[in-house]
């Protein structure tokens, strides 16, 4: 074994019996690669990457590519889930240099961490007009022994480049109606009618952008907006990119018609997409809505919470195809054959028709991934369902994809809010539950007794990674989530700690600017910074957003106003690429309606009008609205102090902009003004 022995991320301990002599991500390998004179190979990537399984057998599992790194090369493997600083650095170098990315990610590193040689995934053999691994190493063992100097300014001119490359923050305010309307024209150009998403292959679920339109519409009652995300949820939901079983989204579609996923399946998207179908159905009634987001929500507790009550990261691509060889979406596409093994020919016949199964296959080898095509006439709706519950038996009996166990603070936090309104919504507490023992788990497992947050757990066992923007705002989100819901003001007093921190350790004093890292973390060779989302709200907009809803529960106007000087940025980026900054136009119209602020009392925990009234609040569509609910006189939020009952009877008190409109005792009234 080397030296990844131990760690707590699986992705490197999926190469800890590699001949290469790996090292884990620290100053130790650089003092290494100091003393022996050597370079550094940097390999970043994932536990559910595809390619890097492949780089990793082809090269990292060969004893004489081995060889040539321990001899020329410090090794140095970084799981890019855990260390996402690590990774943004050098990945805008790699970006810069070669006008792409991607993972796994191949950078050659002086001792003192400058790269001066980029790549992502290299073959074995020269192929396809790239050269093989092994071409790249001697390559740059030549360079490094013969062209020191050569590699020395190209390193030093990399990083003088990046510690140039400004963002354009905007003038610090937040952006108003004209920007945001530029933002839905911008969106609507890219628009695929069709088929609903934007652009081209490969089509990503857009979910932050969804979650724009869906409380613009709410907003403005722009009825476009409303098309396009009720759209591209049915699509979505309809095509291969969604597990027709188990319930799930994979991480995105190799295809513009969303048939052919690349198989992954990970918590962040599944996070955000429950949350998002749920939102849609709270805006529509949409069954499909429903459906989705209640087997998403599903699909998450049952095949990626952990024992300690957390989410795992992620699910592989690959699994084995019953011959030993791991095939990616071998667990999920079936055959017309292996169709009528399981079903028998009549239901077989069904199932095929149904779910778009083919002989020719929409993906590899004959075989297809279960889709709900648009079709004429009805199915037999109980008979269906007899079908996907023997095919989803069946399927448990394959090798099942591995699993990647570590829980990502961030990520958890995003779950944490998604399973708390989906479980409110539909009268699903167990969701609610899950919610709360991953709350829980974060802040025992998690936080430290100034409220820091680590990145990452394993098997109760906390990481040694600091947490990042993302994390401190995620899970921000995800307790002021549970505080909604549950009425236990314990979570927006988490919510606020965790955010403190940001104004503290994360925020420009100067320009409001917000970094990826704290002041007090490592130093790398640029301290990252990236206001756009990309599989996930970037920390920047999750941060504008949490911040912005801590303080209409709050009234704190220093976290109001560091909310507002952050959405400088979305005025700057929305109207020119909306796509890549969804969730901070999201958190902008949140600001223009408000947020609105509601304070539902009643007379004890189980009052039922106030429970009508409380779940009458969370289905409102009010763009970022804040629901408060407790006993009247009770302490538990700031929004129900000097809120009394009404005649007696349980109210909801609603403010919006320092204006409150007089409280009612009416569930019907408190949804006309909340617009739900």
Not at 338 to 357: I, S, T
């Amino acid at each position: 074994m080397n030296r990844l022995a131990g760690v707590t991320s699986p992705y490197l301990l999926q190469h800890a019996d590699n001949p290469v002599d790996w090292w884990p991500w620290g100053s130790a390998a650089f003092e290494e690669a100091k003393r022996r004179d050597v370079p550094v190979l940097l390999s970043v990537g994932y536990s559910a990457c595809h390619w890097c399984h492949v780089m990793a057998h082809e090269s990292f599992e060969d004893q004489e590519t081995a060889d040539r790194l321990n001899a020329h090369f410090v090794s140095v493997k970084v799981d890019r889930e855990e260390r996402p600083d690590v990774d943004a650095v050098y990945m805008e170098a790699v970006q810069a240099a070669t006008g792409q990315g991607g993972w796994p990610m191949t950078v050659f590193l002086t001792p003192d961490g400058e790269p001066f040689y980029f790549g992502t995934y290299f073959p074995p053999e020269p192929r396809h007009g790239m050269p093989s691994f092994r071409q790249v190493l001697e390559g740059v063992r030549q360079a490094w022994t013969e062209r020191r100097d050569e590699v020395a300014e190209v390193a030093g001119k990399i990083v003088r480049d990046l510690a140039g490359r400004e963002i354009f923050y905007g003038d610090s305010l937040a952006p108003g109606e004209q920007e945001l309307s530029q933002a839905l024209l911008g969106l609507t150009r890219e628009y695929d009618a069709q088929r609903g998403g934007f652009g081209g292959a490969p089509k990503f679920p857009p979910s932050m952008v969804i979650e724009f339109l869906l409380r613009h519409h709410a907003r403005t009652g722009a009825e476009g907006a409303l098309q396009m995300a009720r759209d591209t949820c049915e699509r979505m939901a309809r095509g291969g990119i969604y597990d027709q079983l188990g319930g799930g989204f994979a991480r995105y579609s190799v295809d513009r018609d969303w048939i052919v996923p690349h198989f992954e399946k990970m918590l962040y998207d599944n996070a955000l997409l429950c949350r998002v179908y749920a939102h849609l159905w709270r805006a529509t009634g949409s069954e499909l809505a429903r459906r989705v987001a209640l087997e998403t929500a599903d699909f998450m507790v049952r095949e990626l919470r952990t024992e300690q009550g957390g989410f795992a990261s992620a699910l592989d691509a690959d699994s084995d195809d019953g011959t030993g060889r791991h095939v990616e979406g071998a667990y999920y596409a079936w055959t017309p054959g292996q169709l009528r093994d399981v079903l028998g020919e009549e239901d077989a016949e069904l199932a095929a028709r149904h779910f778009g199964v083919t002989e020719e296959g929409t993906f590899e080898h004959g075989s297809s991934v279960l889709q709900l095509p648009q079709q004429d006439g009805l199915f037999d709706a109980a008979r269906i369902e007899s079908i996907r519950d023997r095919l989803l038996r069946a399927r448990a009996e394959r090798p099942a994809p591995g699993r990647d166990d570590k829980v990502v603070a961030a990520w958890n936090g995003l779950a944490i809010a998604a399973l708390a309104e989906t479980g409110a919504y539909f009268d699903r507490p167990d969701l609610v539950d899950a919610a709360l023992a991953a709350a829980d788990l974060l802040v025992r497992l998690h936080l430290d007794d100034q409220a820091r947050i680590a990145r990452t757990s394993k098997d109760g066992q906390v990481g040694a990674n600091a947490g990042v923007l993302e994390d401190y705002a995620d899970v921000a989100e995800g307790f002021l989530a549970l505080a909604s819901v549950t009425g236990e003001g314990v979570w927006l007093e988490f919510a606020g700690f965790l955010l403190d921190h940001v104004l503290t350790r994360f925020v420009d004093a100067g320009s409001g600017a917000l970094f990826d890292t704290a002041v007090d973390a490592e130093r790398l060779i640029r301290r990252p910074q990236d206001p756009t989302d990309n599989a996930a709200p970037s920390g920047w907009t999750a941060a504008a957003a949490a911040l912005l809803g801590y303080a209409a529960h709050t009234g704190s106007e220093p976290h109001r106003a560091a909310a507002e000087r952050a959405l400088g940025v979305v005025k700057a980026l929305g109207p020119r690429v909306p796509r890549f900054i969804g969730w901070g136009l999201a958190a902008a119209e949140a600001l223009l309606d408000g947020p609105r602020e509601v304070a539902v009392v009643g007379a004890g925990p189980d009052d039922p009008g106030a429970r009508e009234l409380h779940r009458t609040a969370l289905l409102a569509t009010a763009p970022g609205a804040v629901v408060a609910s407790g006993v009247a006189g009770g302490d538990e939020f700031p929004l129900l102090a000097g809120r009394p009952l009404v005649d007696g009877r349980p109210a909801a008190y609603v403010c919006r902009g320092f204006t409150c409109d007089a409280p009612t005792t009416d569930p019907q009234r408190l949804r006309d003004a909340l617009g739900g």
